[in-house]
């Protein structure tokens, strides 16, 4: 069950998020030229630096790296999705503040848990632009709970539906929680908390700006 848009016909042009969608495209363009571990090692985030208060820079380069195709694309999709309705809402100023605070809050809140892992896990590279376009989704629903999201689904052939945003985002933050608890007794690879952390700033910026107007 993946989203490919919403039904809401923005006033603008989203620059901005197909500036941020185009920023991680060349980046993993980059990747593949300069050597993907090489870039991972030199911008990727480690949890171990915030104790070592060093390299707190990657708490932001990180948000721009990605392992995969895979990867990137799941997470262009989504702020494809969510982004351009989200930046139609917010000035462009607090659209950018919005994803890169959701980026560090998703790091800050994954470093937390992770100190309740094995102390192997401290120095395992976080990647991804996914905290950040958590936070996204997490201002959409606040500033559009009503709209609907076309969504295409799997069962035995394609079904495209039009689910309100506040179920599929429901099911969405169930499923990253799920993850994340999963993760504490037995490491999965992937940082649901930065997922978590990111989705909570983002719904707590929307908030203000809902509260605040532009």
């Given at each position: 069950?993946?989203?490919?848009?919403?039904?809401i016909?923005?006033?603008?042009?989203?620059?901005?998020?197909?500036?941020?969608?185009l920023?991680?495209?060349?980046?993993?363009?980059?990747?593949?030229?300069?050597?993907?571990?090489?870039?991972?090692?030199?911008?990727?985030?480690?949890?171990?630096?915030?104790?070592?208060?060093?390299?707190?820079e990657?708490?932001?380069?990180?948000?721009?790296?990605?392992?995969?195709?895979?990867?990137?694309?799941?997470?262009?999709?989504?702020?494809?999705?969510?982004?351009?309705?989200?930046?139609?809402?917010?000035?462009?100023?607090?659209?950018?503040?919005?994803?890169?605070?959701?980026?560090?809050?998703?790091n800050?809140?994954?470093?937390?848990?992770?100190?309740?892992?094995?102390?192997?896990?401290?120095?395992?590279?976080?990647?991804?632009a996914?905290?950040?376009?958590?936070?996204?989704?997490?201002?959409?629903?606040?500033?559009?709970?009503?709209?609907?999201?076309?969504?295409?689904?799997?069962?035995?052939?394609?079904?495209?539906l039009?689910?309100?945003?506040?179920?599929?985002?429901?099911?969405w933050?169930?499923?990253?929680?799920?993850?994340?608890?999963?993760s504490?007794?037995?490491?999965?690879g992937?940082?649901?908390?930065?997922h978590?952390?990111?989705?909570?700033?983002g719904a707590?910026?929307?908030?203000?700006?809902?509260?605040?107007?532009?």
């Amino acid at each position: 069950m993946f989203p490919i848009g919403d039904e809401i016909r923005g006033r603008t042009t989203p620059i901005l998020t197909y500036f941020l969608a185009l920023s991680n495209v060349l980046v993993f363009a980059y990747s593949l030229t300069r050597g993907m571990s090489v870039l991972i090692d030199l911008y990727g985030y480690r949890p171990i630096y915030l104790a070592q208060l060093a390299r707190l820079e990657t708490l932001f380069t990180s948000l721009f790296l990605h392992g995969g195709i895979e990867h990137l694309v799941g997470n262009l999709l989504f702020l494809y999705v969510f982004g351009r309705s989200v930046e139609n809402e917010v000035a462009p100023l607090r659209f950018i503040v919005l994803y890169l605070a959701s980026g560090l809050a998703g790091n800050l809140l994954h470093t937390a848990f992770v100190y309740l892992l094995p102390e192997a896990e401290l120095v395992k590279p976080v990647i991804g632009a996914s905290g950040a376009i958590s936070g996204i989704i997490g201002a959409y629903i606040v500033l559009r709970p009503y709209a609907r999201i076309k969504t295409v689904v799997v069962y035995y052939y394609l079904l495209i539906l039009r689910i309100p945003a506040r179920f599929y985002v429901l099911i969405w933050f169930i499923y990253q929680l799920a993850i994340g608890v999963i993760s504490l007794g037995f490491p999965l690879g992937v940082a649901a908390w930065a997922h978590v952390g990111g989705f909570a700033a983002g719904a707590a910026i929307g908030s203000l700006t809902r509260r605040g107007g532009k």
